[in-house]
């Protein structure tokens, strides 16, 4: 079943910066799919396109009536015409892990991942940090799973980059999303931790049948865990196909060019 569809999505800086030139692409439920592509190809402009952290230029981002809660009806919402408040219904099921983390190291790590939980409070709730005792057993739940039980009351500051990236993939398990958007999540990392972190995202994935839409810095790491390999070349899909057909020749063409 199609989670996410993309048609002619365009994104623009001005007159002469085109970052994006019309992307199209369909994305299946429980897909773990891996976007390669030389830097500047559009890759990360691409992923936060998709909850509108970054505001597209035209096109259409289209999820599934499902997603927002409401009755499935078979109907489709664009994303670029979201009001805030649906919008902020969508970042709900729409999970974000980033390649610097962006965890709060004064906080302890218990509470960086009860923060992936707020977009499901009232207001006054979330400014005060109010947790019930239902989220802080499925936070502890959440950090067992990325294996930082051990952790759960460290100051996040204490953790090393490897431990930084699993709180934040924690974090993103507390809003139970249909789909997680990571962002070069381990091109900080070093090759052994890189395989660890890929490791839990791919088994959470396929646990809970989340979809996820993954740019991967090195080409090694997309063949070894990407169902499918979508690589963008100069704003464009050069090629999207099973991560078997992604051919030498093929990996050639999309970094011409690369020193």
């Not at 999820?63 to 809660?69: E, H, L, R, V």
């Not at 398990?173 to 997680?180: D, G, K, S, T």
Request: glycine share 8%; net charge positive.
């Amino acid at each position: 079943m199609t989670i996410l569809e993309i048609k002619g999505l365009h994104k623009s800086y001005g007159d002469s910066v085109h970052v994006l030139r019309g992307i199209s692409l369909k994305v299946e439920q429980g897909e773990f799919l891996g976007l390669i592509g030389l830097s500047g190809a559009g890759k990360s402009t691409l992923l936060r396109c998709i909850n509108r952290l970054i505001e597209p230029s035209s096109g259409e981002i289209l999820f599934p009536q499902a997603i927002f809660g409401d009755q499935a009806d078979g109907s489709w919402r664009d994303v670029l015409k979201l009001s805030r408040r649906e919008l902020r219904l969508l970042r709900r099921k729409v999970g974000m892990v980033f390649q610097q983390f962006n965890i709060v190291k004064r906080l302890s790590v218990i509470e960086n991942v009860l923060s992936g939980g707020l977009g499901y409070q009232p207001a006054i709730k979330s400014c005060l940090r109010l947790f019930s005792r239902e989220e802080r057993r499925r936070a502890l739940m959440n950090l067992d799973r990325v294996g930082l039980l051990d952790h759960a009351y460290k100051r996040a500051d204490e953790l090393s980059g490897g431990e930084q990236q699993r709180v934040a993939i924690a974090r993103t398990l507390m809003q139970n999303p249909a789909i997680i958007l990571a962002d070069e999540p381990v091109s900080n990392l070093d090759p052994r931790l890189s395989r660890l972190i890929l490791d839990i995202l791919k088994r959470i994935c396929l646990e809970d049948g989340i979809t996820t839409l993954a740019s991967l810095h090195t080409l090694d790491l997309a063949r070894e865990y990407a169902d499918r390999v979508v690589a963008l070349r100069q704003g464009r899909v050069f090629f999207d196909g099973p991560t078997k057909e992604l051919t030498d020749a093929v990996v050639e063409e999309v970094y011409q060019g690369a020193k």
